[in-house]
């Protein structure tokens, strides 16, 4: 084991308790109430990176709207460690922001406070994504307190708006290319998961999302449905029967030409689904009691994740949500859902044949109703070569570490800066994911296991020692 890992080894303690910290900071980028923490926890970055004689600037990205509201964005934390023109550049991209997430959603103990037991840590942003960028941190201490030169030059970019379409970065790092990104050979992500809970992977595509509002406004202001029910246009009536005209209960997207964008599917390409290692029931037990898949069969399941678009409906906003019978008509709601985009699937005309298609099944309703399609934010899909000295540098790592060959994954999620970076440096970038299948991102009691937290981390060193050597 070299210096490095044996001191990541030796110091797991005070890795979990530094993870503990930013798990308390609340800094979920959605929710105007903790736009705070949001920016304190780009403070707490600078800190920390300050303290492993990192030089940080914070950049200011402007500011946004939100809920009615002009507010700040959060600083991009950039960060550079090594400029040393012998040296590869490798930039490391992270995000600072979470989910929502409130103890009456279900979670068993607080989200924003780190819970241990045995090898798994709970709390909101454990693997998403304040474990990688805390294990980078980690990494980085190992070098410094063990006097071990860097093989590379770093350049972080950690962000705070991820989790709300990463508002504000792509000009920034469009316009930095030439800037504080130049000189840049690779770039490392650590803000995805391993396929399954016991190998592995390394990713090599992402679908893109584009998210939408549907608006529907009736009345004023919300009415008493005994008075008013049976003599209004009801805006809840027409946003589900919109909503309904989205996708099928089996996954189907029902909105005209947007299955026909997809690349067609070679034997070649639904080989390899079939021949991944991947357990159908594992992956139903790690999501219900019952199966709830739409299939039973492993490549459909994994086809419907890397290669297919979906298309998930995700709430309404101003509708009645509480426990009890309040007998209101909303008077004005907003349905949100999102499409899952692959390649081949153009981010312009989605939005267009989407909004066509609403627009079409709202003049059959017959409503009075003003009704409004709004596009919130969208991004194009990725896929990178697998094959690059990146990805070996990467897989080396893994193996060094874990004794495996990784799983080459594509990713169901979405990171939507992947492509600027990929486009605007031209260069290769490689997803090399910390958490496991079962972690519960965006989900209640996120979870991040210690072992790969810290194995994790070892890989990250493994993975800078490698990347400077491999062409
Ligand atoms: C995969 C990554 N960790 C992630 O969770 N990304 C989000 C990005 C996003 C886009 N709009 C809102 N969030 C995701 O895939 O949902
Ligand atoms: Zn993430
Ligand atoms: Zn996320």
């Known amino acids: 084991m070299t210096k490095v890992s044996q001191y990541i080894e030796e110091h797991q303690k005070d890795f979990i308790e530094r993870l503990r910290e930013a798990v308390e900071i609340a800094s979920v980028s959605g929710e105007l109430k903790r736009r705070d923490q949001v920016i304190k926890m780009g403070h707490w970055l600078k800190a920390q990176l300050e303290e492993l004689q990192a030089h940080v600037k914070l950049i200011d990205i402007g500011t946004q709207q939100l809920d009615g509201q002009t507010i700040p964005l959060p600083p991009v934390v950039f960060a550079q460690v090594g400029d040393d023109a012998t040296k590869k550049t490798i930039t490391i991209y992270g995000h600072y922001d979470v989910q929502p997430a409130e103890l009456s959603d279900g979670w068993h103990s607080q989200p924003f406070e780190l819970t241990v037991e045995g090898d798994v840590m709970r709390g909101r942003g454990s693997t998403d994504d304040k474990g990688p960028v805390v294990g980078w941190l980690n990494t980085l201490t190992a070098y410094r307190k063990t006097n071990t030169p860097l093989p590379v030059n770093i350049k972080f970019v950690f962000e705070g708006m991820e989790e709300s379409g990463s508002e504000g970065l792509d000009d920034l790092v469009v316009k930095e290319s030439q800037g504080f990104l130049k000189g840049t050979d690779a770039v490392c992500i650590s803000d995805n998961y391993w396929l399954t809970n016991r190998k592995p992977a390394l990713t090599y595509g992402l679908r893109g999302v584009s998210y939408f509002e549907i608006c529907v406004k009736g009345p004023n202001a919300d009415l008493h ?10 805006p809840m009536t027409d946003l589900v029967k919109l909503m309904g005209t989205l996708v099928t209960t ?9 299955n026909e964008m997809v690349e067609p599917l070679s034997d070649e390409e639904f080989q390899r689904y079939k021949h991944m290692d991947f357990d159908v029931k594992e992956y139903q037990d790690s999501i219900a009691d019952h199966p709830v898949t739409i299939s039973d069969d492993k490549a459909t399941i994994l086809m ?24 209101v008509i909303p008077c004005g709601v907003k349905g949100k859902f999102s499409i899952r985009l692959v390649p081949d699937m153009d981010v312009v005309k989605v939005e267009q044949l989407v909004k066509e298609h609403l627009h079409k099944e709202a003049k059959k309703l017959n409503t009075r109703n003003e009704v409004e399609v709004v596009q919130l934010s969208a991004g194009p899909a990725w896929v990178a070569d697998p094959n690059h000295w990146n990805f070996r540098a990467a897989a080396k790592a893994i193996k060094n570490v874990f004794g495996v060959e990784p799983d080459r994954t594509r990713e169901g999620g979405s990171i939507p800066v992947t492509l600027t970076f990929d486009e605007s440096l031209k260069v290769n970038v490689c997803l090399l994911p910390m958490g496991r299948a079962d972690d519960g991102a965006h989900s209640t009691n996120e979870k991040l296991n210690i072992s790969n937290y810290i194995q994790g981390s070892k890989v990250f060193a493994e993975y800078l020692e490698n990347v400077a050597v491999h062409d």
Not at 225 to 234: A, L
Not at 250 to 258: A, C, E, F, M, W
Not at 305 to 326: Q, T, V
């Open 225 to 234: 449905s005994g008075v008013f029910g049976g003599t209004v246009h009801e």
């Open 250 to 258: 089996d996954g189907k997207i029902t909105v005209p030409g947007l």
């Open 304 to 327: 419907g994740r890397m290669r297919y678009p979906s298309l998930s409906l995700h709430g309404i906003e101003g509708a009645f949500y509480g426990g009890g019978a309040k007998t």
